[in-house]
């Protein structure tokens, strides 16, 4: 069964187009990460996927119009827009007990489980604690709700790389499953290249890129061309061509791998490679893994 | 590890635990009335506060207080109540305005404020209706806080009789005729009532005015609640040389007719509560719808509005 299914999804602000009419379908127990650069459209599709906010076209959302039922469909769906939402003032026992009061899918034995594992006191207010540890604490709350769809938006902004790490880490071996799905959006994309099972590139308000990561592994090859080679290579009609380090790098789409490998070395490109090749072909030299 | 392994084997009874707690439709109601009694501190410790220093006050004049009653023996009655009486006044009045003051500072901040510090992406990712939101949010100033603050008034006015009886019965004085006087419990039954009818209901409009601004300005809610009335009311008088638009305010302001301005005082307080005509009076409907207007409309918009 889908969990997100979207038909000529349009969004404008004003004369602003955010959204031109997407298509999407996202399959129940996939990791999708969504990924695009600022003001590509990003975080306006996932609201409307979160019922924040209105739309255009068809969306379904486990079965409902998120635009309408968001209440409701809040029981199954849980969204984490960023590290700087919890209020300032709550204090973590009384976020436990509203959470345990208005959801009826919150576990709060387990909630107060992973937060044993945090220096997090219950009688701390959210403003006492720092970044990483608001994210440590509404991540320990996101997870222990028994939610089908998990949407996060730049869920680690702003927090340094040892949160980072343990936060996807935490979310891939203490909640995942086959029968929950996340959608996830960030910038520091190489951080999540092996935690997710689907990618989408957005791009003013378009998808550019739809794979399954296996696709992705397959279909794009990222050739370390040997100095000699080059001319050949480049007859292969690489989709981006850059130099590092006196070498050049070129990444192709839909070559086979050992066709390329006489040419140099190859590799999978990272998604940040392949993210600038298709991207940024303008300035795609200036730009390494981001 | 040993912690995860517990965490997962309590899953089973909080699941059960959590399915019957949050069923019932009420819960999410009255989980946000707690929310806003945490949120809003100043609800609850203002009105204490107020009385607290009040009381202080009282203490400290009690002397006075009892020379005073010294010096009214022989007085006509009308005016031998009127001195014992005024403190009394003077407490339940503190707690109106106290009662008003944060009720306006709580409903022009409740939808403002979760916008600007962005929490209502919070709130908003859990299953809460934007209407059973905005309903909890109104029923603070116009219901629960007209009641607590009543609570506030009984609790210092008990504490100030049994003081002043206190210091009076120590120097002699009869302490009965004070509890005779002030009637205690009628004193408390009308202030009840006109807390909760002209200060509650008959005031709701004004109260729902400032929620549907707090859920719509982008700035400065205080403004955008006060200019407009005030713009309209100056531009009718420039356009048509008419003042119907501050003649209604004016009317909403000064309090329902029927129940506020008690003139011929010494009769059986009982009989000035007129429920029954504050209730047939077509003002407090025509209030009502007004309420219930602004407050669908401040639903609405918190379903459009995005974080400042």
Known sequence: M?????????????????????????????????IGPNGAGKTTALNAILGLISYEGQLNVLGRDPWSERDVLMRDVCFMADVAVMPRWIRVSQALEYMTGVHPRFNRAKAEGFLAKTDIRHTSRVRELSKGMVAQLHLALVMSLDVRLLVLDEPTLGLDILYRKQFYDSLLNDYFDQSRTIVVTTHQVDEIQDVLTDLMFINRGRIVLNTSMEDFETRYTELKVAPEQ???????????????????????????????????????????????????????RARGAA | MNSQTNAMSGTSVGEQAGATVAGSPMQPFLWSLRRECWEYRSLYIAPLGAAGVFLLGFIVTIGHQVTRMRGIVGMDAMHQRNTMVTPYDMASGLMMAVGMIVGVYYALDALYGERRDRSILFWKSLPVSDLTTVLAKASIPIIFLQLFCWAVAVVLQLLMLVIQSVVMAGSGEHVSMLWAQLSPIQMWIMLLNHLITVHGLWYAPFYAWMLLVSSWARRAPFLWAALPVLAVGALEKLVFNTSYFFGIL???????PAVVFVKDWPVNPMTQLMIGHFFLNPGLWTGLIFTALCIVGAARLRRYR???
Not at chain 1, 6 to 19: I, N, W
Not at chain 1, 246 to 275: C, H, N, W, Y
């Open chain 1, 230 to 284: 080059v001319e050949m290579a480049r007859a292969l009609k690489p989709i981006q061509e850059r130099q590092s380090l006196g070498r050049t790098i070129m990444v192709f789409a839909g070559v086979e791998r050992k066709q390329l490998a006489s040419l140099g070395e190859v590799r999978t490109p990272s998604i940040a490679d392949l993210f600038v090749a298709m991207m940024g072909n303008t300035n795609g």
């Open chain 1, 2 to 34: 889908a969990c997100i299914e979207a038909r000529g999804l349009r969004k404008a602000f004003g004369a602003q187009v955010a959204l031109d009419g997407i298509d999407l379908r996202v399959e129940e127990g996939r990791i999708l990460g969504l």
């Open chain 2, 250 to 256: 004016g009317y909403r302001l000064g309090g329902n």
């Open chain 2, 306 to 308: 995005a974080p400042l």
